[in-house]
């Protein structure tokens, strides 16, 4: 019975911290970069590094889907806010998950790979003609590439400040 305690515990620890995450993603959504069609937010991929590495892919996966939709559903994200942040976050997880623990903070290199290369390509070729603009694959990863790299090196820079103070405390410092 102990073991089930423990990872209910654990799973309502990570729901909370992917709630905060989310609710973090759609506070700072006010800051934001006007590309074309779509709006680049680089808060969100340094989101994306901290529960990715934090939580592991697929409850980073969930807060990036939560925040995209708030912000839709507010009207400071578009639906580009969708692919552009949850493949990111679902890269770092992954990431994360493979690497060793003291070379978890490595994993925020692969959000840009996630959001720069695999959500422009899901973008260009899904988001772009539901809203019936053509923008090309080229423009879609440039543009989140000038918010996924500095996104994700605000990221990595927090969970290195984090660690290195024991902030977090044990329990959640754990799960990094």
Known sequence: MQGTENTKRDIYKKAVLAGALAAAGVVLSVVSIPMGPTRCFPFQHAINVIAGIALGPFWALGAAFV??????LIGTGSLFAFPGSMFGALFVGFAAKIL????????????????????????????????????GFAFLSSSFLISSVPGSCIGAALIYCLKKREVLGKQIGAML
């Not at 925040?67 to 839709?72: H, K, P, Q, V």
């Not at 290369?117 to 899901?122: E, N, Q, Y």
């Open 67 to 72: 925040t995209s939709l708030i912000r839709n």
């Open 100 to 135: 060793p623990s003291r070379y978890k903070i490595a994993a925020a290199a692969a959000e840009p790979i996630g959001t720069g290369i695999v959500g422009a390509w899901v973008s260009s070729l899904a988001v772009a003609p539901m809203i019936g603009r053509e923008v």
